[in-house]
């Protein structure tokens, strides 16, 4: 990780708890907008910014992670932990010989592609569930379709969720992406209705799509949430006006939650008009945006909904757009473009507001054993009361056996999870898979070792198979699916310069496991 600046905090913060003040948690190394941000903790906040760079923030410092930059767009990013950091990466807007937008991932010290969709259209948001199970949306299609999809990575492929639908205008780009499981997603599409764009749902089996608006035929919906009792919040806008509001789907039709412009005293103007929200219950939703401002001072507000109207979440005091927000621990974290002057310079704002509850943390710890055997996913700080998800990742030749603790068995599954109330150490077991010994390896070679931009496959069996390559510390790198050609290709110039292990495996056995040179 690459330090950008250090910046030496010279005065105490207070953590006031009172429920009426903001405060400041970090200042940001320049004056830019913050269009993301993710709190992992109190003393871990990862940001992104229109300096189309990745920040991590670790208490008193920040940094950038790793290399990444954004040559075309702001990422959009899905944080699991410090080691597992997935971003959108957007270097071109138009099509061209060469796909440079994909989904980059960071594994603690370098970023790499995640899964190799390769497209010449942009990606706009994502979702993770983990390393196996990833969901993108954007403006780009997926060879074979000609609509602009849902797309998710599993079991070693990037596939189409659902079909397409009928209505949708070609000319739209999703810009709106929310998963609870696979057959639980919300997104946004455009339709043949000029400049609409309305909120579709999946459930497992088909696509619905939620008409009839409060507002007018030229409606723009995005940002789903679904909420209780089968309600789903938006954030509304209508063309003709440039009215914006926060939405609730009621089981017939969208019906708008009071008016946050009259109940603010916020400018009617269409200056920079969309409204970002946080939804945590029927009765408690948190809004910010540009169009959030104050028609007599100019100072941009944070808005609360109770159930019954909007009121301003005390007075931060910003001097310019809020674009960002989360809620972590009791705590209403918010950043955009709002400064203050610090070491002499203007300094874009990290600040807090006491909502809720704290609650206390805990820390788990896995390993893997042997440690050359796997990976751990989920490490990492969590509060009270929340589910924790551990994911063990066998190695090649490497079976996972069990998770114990204080050496007794927990589970058996890959996947371990479980409601957290305390410190946990953990170790995830493996056993070495004797079967590899007996596999013959001369069926398929790879050539040439080393190489830069492309590695061949001889199969003289025209078998199908699938290529995996590894880092020397076990973390995966690349996965591709081949066909059964008696020679195939992979283009392999994106990866790092270093060495790799490379395995190929077809019907779910390693068949060849070689080191390979990438100069």
């Not at 983990?130 to 609509?147: D, K, Q, R, S």
């Not at 000029?194 to 497992?204: D, Q």
């Amino acid at each position: 990780m690459r330090k950008i600046l250090l910046i030496l905090i010279t005065f105490s913060i207070q953590l006031k708890l009172s429920a009426q003040e903001w405060e400041t948690v970090a200042f940001m190394p320049m004056n830019f907008e913050v269009t993301q941000i993710h709190v992992a903790d109190e003393q871990n906040i990862v940001v992104a910014s229109e300096f189309y760079k990745l920040l991590q923030w670790k208490g008193e410092e920040w940094n950038t992670i790793g290399d990444f930059e954004n040559g075309f767009a702001i990422p959009h990013f899905f944080y699991l932990d410090d080691d597992n950091i997935y971003a959108t990466k957007n270097d071109y807007l138009n099509g061209n010989d060469e796909n440079y937008n994909y989904i980059a991932h960071w594994n603690g010290s370098e970023w790499s592609n995640a899964h190799d969709l390769n497209v010449s259209k942009p990606i706009n948001k994502i979702h993770v569930i983990n390393h196996n199970e990833i969901y993108a949306v954007g403006e780009f299609t997926l060879p074979g379709y000609n609509w602009k999809p849902v797309a998710k990575y599993s079991d070693g492929n990037w596939s189409v969720v659902g079909i397409g639908d009928s209505q949708a205008g070609s000319y739209s780009t999703y810009s709106s992406l929310w998963v609870n499981n696979e057959n639980d997603i919300y997104t946004t599409s455009g339709y043949s209705d000029a400049g609409v764009i309305r909120i579709k749902h999946w459930n497992g089996e088909n696509w619905h799509v939620f008409y009839h608006y409060q507002l007018d035929e030229a409606e723009r919906l995005s940002q789903p949430v679904p909420g209780e009792n089968g309600s789903v919040y938006a954030f509304g806008y209508k063309v003709s006006t440039g009215e914006s509001c926060i939405t609730r789907w009621n089981g017939e039709f969208w019906e708008i939650l009071g008016n946050i412009e009259e109940e603010l005293n916020t400018h009617t103007s269409a200056f920079n008009s969309r409204i970002i929200f946080k939804y945590v219950s029927e009765n408690e939703i948190y809004a910010v945006g540009g169009k959030l401002r104050d028609a007599t001072t100019n100072k941009f507000k944070v808005a609360k909904w109770d159930g019954e109207s909007w009121s301003e979440l005390g007075n931060i005091d910003a001097n310019s757009t809020i674009s960002s927000l989360e809620i972590y621990n009791g705590y209403l974290y918010v950043s955009g473009s709002f400064t203050e002057a610090f070491d002499g310079m203007n300094r874009t704002l990290i600040k807090r507001y006491k909502i809720g509850e704290t609650l206390e943390q805990f820390e788990i710890q896995a390993t893997a054993n042997p440690e050359e055997a796997g990976s751990i996913v989920g490490n990492g700080t969590y509060l009270q009361g929340e589910i924790v998800s551990l994911e063990a990742i066998a190695n090649p030749n490497y079976i996972f056996e069990n998770w114990t603790e204080n050496n007794e068995i927990v589970s058996e599954n890959e996947v371990y999870e479980f409601e957290i109330n305390s410190n946990r150490n953990l170790v995830a077991n493996f056993t070495y898979d004797l079967s590899v010994n007996d596999i013959d390896i001369s069926n398929i070679n790879f050539y040439p070792n080393p190489t830069k931009d492309i590695l061949y496959f001889d199969n003289p069996n025209s078998i199908e198979f699938d290529v995996v390559i590894y880092d020397l510390n076990g973390k995966l790198i690349l996965q591709k699916e081949m066909n059964s050609s008696k020679v195939s290709k992979l283009n392999i110039s994106h990866l790092n310069k270093g060495n790799y292990l490379l395995n190929i495996i077809s019907n779910g056995k390693i068949i060849s496991s070689k080191k390979w040179i990438k100069n």
